[in-house]
């Protein structure tokens, strides 16, 4: 009789063991579906972010692309699929953007007599030029003058008025 105990307790374990392997290897395959589910959430994602980034630098202005850029950076990290020289380019071509853009505003501002958005602008101008590399410093100096000797007259003519 205790044979016959020791047997079926025996047989109990090694179902036990059997339905609790069988649940793991099925957790465990849920676990794989869920992880290639979430890598195809994540690299969807990365792929609109992508889009939406390329939308922006046509679209928008500085600020707006650059945050673009940061979320499709995040996101392209988290799927794997981030690619350094990628960023470089899209950075490079958002600062060139904003380099053309500052130039026209000095441009545009020095016209309407706005030198104080001109002074902006050719701070912006300078920051950007400088990132990439790009900067001039004689034509810098140049546009400050623009600017400053704008202002000057500007004053002279308000106190003569």
């Known amino acids: 009789m205790l044979a016959l105990k020791s047997l079926n307790i025996g047989v109990i374990f090694l179902l036990i063991m059997a339905l609790m392997l069988s649940v793991r290897a099925y957790g465990e395959t849920e676990q794989v ?90 701070h912006r101008w300078k920051i950007h030029s400088q990132e990439l590399g790009t900067f001039d410093p004689v034509k810098h100096d140049e546009l400050k003058k623009i600017i400053e000797e704008g202002k000057e007259k500007k004053k002279q003519q308000i106190d003569t008025d």
Do not use: P
Not at 50 to 55: A, F, G, P, Y
Not at 69 to 88: E, V, Y
Not at 98 to 114: A, G, P, R, V, Y
């Open 33 to 122: 579906e869920d992880d290639k589910a979430r890598q195809k959430l994540l690299r969807r994602t990365a792929n609109i972010s992508l889009w939406r980034l390329k939308r922006v630098i046509e679209r928008d202005g500085f600020y707006s692309a650059r945050i673009a850029l940061n979320i499709w950076r995040s996101n392209a990290k988290d799927a794997g699929t981030f690619d350094q020289s990628k960023f470089d380019e899209f950075k490079k071509q958002i600062y060139e953007k904003s380099i053309k853009s500052n130039l026209k505003c000095i441009e545009t501002c020095i016209l309407n007599e706005n030198y104080t958005d001109a002074g902006i602008c050719l």
